[in-house]
């Protein structure tokens, strides 16, 4: 039992990604025996249900309600699931006081932070890919059951050209499962990320867990509305003020249009490779902005 | 380099140090600021158990999480093994359980172990290795596979001192290790510390239970108000210079009839007191302290 007085302690430091990767992986046990995975299960049903709805659209119609139904679905989970998981995280540990625990072990508190935040990314990012891949599933179903019926159809009116039966598919599959629907995915978990980052914040100026879900919200909602807000407020003003006006306001709430490519996907145009990269890039630096702001405080606050 | 290291902690004796500690909580919003600490200074040596004794509110717990870096002091320092409290560095040779524990209730207690364990770098075999060997020791091996959320209180307070263990610290910091716990496992807790002290461990630790701090300190520091206001060796503290007290078991009448014979004809020595032995740290506590809440 000598082995308890060791003389060189192992060696410490600054950043461990063991150690990140500890608590991020505890942060989604957490979230996953805390039963959120249920959000999925309703989903499921969400899309199975708008699968079958609308019988009577045209076939270009029933698959636009279709995706415009689940990529509503997608965005409001994946808000609702940014904002509670963070929300529940971080105000609870310090009124459990589990934090002590944490931060008495030789964890720097940013990576604290990094890890809780990874922890959510990597459950939103797995319940995006979850719904991405059982959606795509049921689109390719419905697109090939519309296909077949449409063909079925111009048989029986005996105008089953080459032709027609190419034009008919193709603008079926224009509006079905394209590559561009995981575009579209992305995109939302890019929103989802900017907003769990911003929850992380909100979570670290207040210590109570029903303040932060409500001020995240309120922030989510604002963002959302941001470009409204610039069009309308800021129209009369000189171009120059208009530009710094709108950077501030960016600054200080996140400009979630950006991260609206999802109307594209349902309309069925093809978002460009460049405004994906773009977008990414924006949410990255809206993710290390809040976060940042989030170690700052964080790292001064008396616990 | 690694030698340089290990000749400045050599050359550092103190396996705490608190130097003229003064920690404000500066008031929120109107509310005027509180001194919960002020101009504390102590020191424990490597090996020691060093008890922190007071009336609650009295900032003991704040002393503690200064020590841990949980909190930053607002005057003086903290140092742990020589290095710094503010340095993540320096928790790397301390355990700590806080007052009241609390763990994840959605993970088992293995599991708690292991996510400690791993907070600490620790990996693999070796970390299967220590977490089991922690549960056994604190005997816990049959409520390893359960949730946390499911624990009693004692169960809390030994889960606390093995993740506090779990990378093999050189100081223990216990705040209130049996606060509402029940006797037989308070002195379950009690006696793993004279075990472990017995590893050569360095603890210091705060109670209520004023006997069971008698048992197992070397030294106690009295705080009342945030200050330190009696420090010093158990037994110097509690023993009354001039007296002896001798403790007989199992005495019969005759025999301490003779004893009070012997001392009935001394002009010098009488007998102060024959009767059973009590604790005396408490009566010494009760007349150093204010109760805080009492004055102002
Ligand atoms: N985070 C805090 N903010 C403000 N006051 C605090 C805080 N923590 C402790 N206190 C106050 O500091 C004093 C000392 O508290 P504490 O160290 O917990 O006492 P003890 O552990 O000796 O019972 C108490 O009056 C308590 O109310
Ligand atoms: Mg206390």
């Keep these: 039992m000598s082995s308890t007085l060791k003389s060189s302690p192992r060696k410490y430091r600054a950043f461990s990604p063991a150690r990140v990767w500890a608590l991020a992986t505890n942060t989604v046990t957490q979230l996953v025996r805390m039963k959120i995975l249920f959000l999925l299960l309703l989903f499921v049903v969400i899309v199975v249900a708008a699968a079958f709805a609308f019988p009577t659209r045209s076939p270009e119609q029933q698959l636009k309600l279709l995706k415009d139904v689940v990529f509503g679905a997608l965005q409001v989970f994946s808000i609702v699931m940014a904002i509670s998981a963070t929300a529940l995280l971080l105000p609870r540990d310090v009124e459990d006081r589990t934090l002590y625990t944490i931060l008495s072990k030789p964890v720097p508190r940013h990576e604290y932070l990094v890890g809780k935040l990874l922890g959510v990314l990597l459950l939103i990012g797995g319940g995006l890919l979850f719904m991405d891949v059982f959606f795509s599933g049921v689109l390719w179903l419905k697109q090939t059951m519309i296909t077949a019926a449409n063909i079925e159809a111009l048989k029986s009116e005996q105008s089953d050209t080459p032709e027609n039966i190419a034009a008919v598919r193709a603008l079926i599959a224009h509006q079905g499962l394209t590559w561009n629907l995981h575009a579209g995915v992305w995109c939302v978990f890019l929103k989802a990320a900017v907003v769990a980052s911003l929850a992380l914040l909100m979570s670290c100026i207040a210590t109570s867990t029903l303040f932060t879900i409500l001020v995240s919200f309120c922030f989510t909602i604002a963002g959302q509305g941001q470009g409204l807000l610039r069009s309308f407020v800021f129209k009369s003003l000189p171009v120059t003020w208009k530009k710094i006006c709108s950077f501030v306001l960016a600054l200080l709430l996140p400009d979630l249009g950006l991260f609206d490519q999802v109307q594209a996907v349902i309309e069925g145009n093809s978002i460009p490779l460049a405004t994906l990269a773009e977008t990414t890039g924006f949410a990255a630096a809206y993710v290390v902005l809040y976060a940042g702001v989030a170690h700052l405080i964080f790292s001064e606050k008396e616990l | ?272 007191s024959l009767g059973k032995p009590r604790t005396t740290l408490e009566r010494l506590f009760l007349e150093t302290t204010v109760q805080t809440g009492d004055e102002e």
């Excluded at chain 2, 050359?11 to 705490?16: D, G, I, M, T, Y």
């Excluded at chain 2, 020191?43 to 999480?65: D, F, H, R």
């Excluded at chain 2, 299967?128 to 499911?150: C, E, F, S």
């Excluded at chain 2, 004023?210 to 300190?217: A, G, P």
């Design chain 2, 1 to 272: 380099m690694i030698e340089e290291k290990k000749q400045s902690k050599s050359e550092s004796p103190k396996a705490v140090s608190v130097e003229n500690l003064t920690k404000i909580f500066q008031g929120a919003m109107g509310r005027k600021p509180l001194t919960a600490v002020r101009e504390l200074s102590f020191n424990v040596a490597p090996g020691e158990v060093y008890g922190l004794i007071g009336p609650n509110g009295c900032g003991k717990s704040t002393t503690m999480k200064v020590m841990l870096g949980l909190l930053k002091p607002t005057v003086g320092s903290a140092s742990v093994f020589g290095h710094d409290s503010d340095a993540v560095a320096s928790r790397h040779d301390v355990g700590f359980l806080p007052e009241n524990p609390y763990f994840y209730k959605h993970l088992t207690g293995r599991e708690t172990l292991r996510f400690f364990g791993k907070l600490c770098g620790l990996g693999g075999s070796e970390l299967r290795d220590r977490a089991d060997a922690m549960l056994d020791l604190t005997g816990l091996k049959n409520a390893a596979d359960r949730r946390v959320g499911g624990y009693s209180k004692g169960m809390l307070q030994r889960i606390g001192l093995a993740q506090a263990l779990i990378h093999e610290p050189r100081l223990l910091i216990l705040d209130e290790p049996t606060a509402g716990v029940d006797p037989a496992g308070s002195r379950r807790i009690r006696d793993l510390i004279l075990e472990l002290k017995a590893r050569g461990i360095t603890f210091v630790v705060t109670s209520h239970l004023l006997e069971q701090m008698q048992e197992v300190c070397d030294r106690v520091g009295i705080m009342s108000q945030g200050r330190m206001v009696r420090e010093g060796r158990l037994e110097d503290l509690i023993s009354v210079e001039n007296q002896t007290e001798i403790i007989i078991e199992g005495a019969s009448a005759e025999q301490l009839a003779q004893v009070r014979a012997i001392f009935a004809g001394s002009s010098g020595a009488k007998i102060m």
